[in-house]
């Protein structure tokens, strides 16, 4: 069954899901750097743009590598994947011509994700964002400094059918749901609900 957004909104904002059936096929250079230009256009506190993505493609050397960071488990359905991007943050960012910390450096990082994932999918490409990997693998090996976060790595490629993923993932192979309003949006506080609507059904 297609998801139905509660509210009027774009179809992209429900259409995008995180499968973890790939074709494997190789990703061009022209849908990356659109999907990569989308990303640089978020916001970010200051203009700071702390984000930094890091990409391997399958006929990367480096392709071998970045595959054996992942959770064994991922490893199962990312391997089909097209390509695998990691995904860094600045933490310090300049002010006055000063350095300081920048606080918001994850929040902008994940604005500039999603950005990536809305314009790959307007191409046709799906993305899939994975948290479970050896972050600290992760800065020895690629050489990452101290000043930058490791925010996440994200799985790009063509959706492929059943046949091509573990059978241990088919039944969760499905666009999922997601909570009502009425459990994230609140008047002021945590737990007064924002709007009239919702208030009157409670």
Not at 84 to 110: K, P
Not at 128 to 154: N, Q, S, T, W, Y
């Given at each position: 069954m297609a998801r139905q957004p509660a509210h009027p909104i774009d179809p992209l904002f429900v259409d995008r899901w995180s499968p973890r059936s790939f074709t494997g096929e190789q990703v061009p250079d022209s849908v990356l750097q659109t999907a990569f230009e989308a990303a640089r256009w978020a916001p970010s506190a200051m203009n700071a743009q702390p984000w930094r993505f890091l990409i391997s493609r399958?006929?990367?050397?480096?392709?071998?590598?970045?595959?054996?960071?992942?959770?064994?488990?991922?490893?199962?359905?990312?391997?089909?994947?097209?390509?695998?991007?990691?995904?860094?943050?600045?933490?310090?960012?300049?002010?006055?011509?000063?350095?300081?910390?920048?606080?918001?450096?994850?929040?902008?990082?994940?604005?500039?994700?999603?950005?990536?994932?809305h314009q790959a999918?307007?191409?046709?490409?799906?993305?899939?964002?994975?948290?479970?990997?050896?972050?600290?693998?992760?800065?020895?090996?690629?050489?990452?400094?101290?000043?930058?976060?490791?925010?996440?790595?994200?799985?790009?490629?063509?959706?492929?059918?059943?046949?091509?993923?573990?059978?241990?993932?088919?039944?969760?192979?499905?666009p999922n749901g997601r909570r009502p309003l009425s459990d994230t949006v609140f008047a002021g506080v945590l737990g007064t609900l924002a709007f009239a609507e919702e208030r009157d059904a409670a």
């Open positions: 399958r006929a990367d050397a480096a392709w071998t590598d970045y595959l054996e960071l992942l959770a064994p488990r991922n490893r199962l359905w990312a391997s089909q994947a097209s390509a695998l991007v990691l995904i860094l943050s600045a933490h310090q960012l300049e002010r006055r011509g000063a350095i300081v910390e920048n606080g918001s450096h994850s929040f902008d990082a994940g604005a500039a994700w999603a950005n990536f994932a999918l307007l191409l046709g490409w799906h993305t899939h964002g994975i948290g479970g990997f050896d972050r600290a693998a992760a800065r020895k090996m690629l050489a990452i400094p101290d000043d930058f976060a490791i925010e996440a790595m994200v799985a790009l490629g063509r959706q492929g059918d059943l046949d091509t993923l573990d059978p241990e993932f088919h039944e969760g192979e499905t």
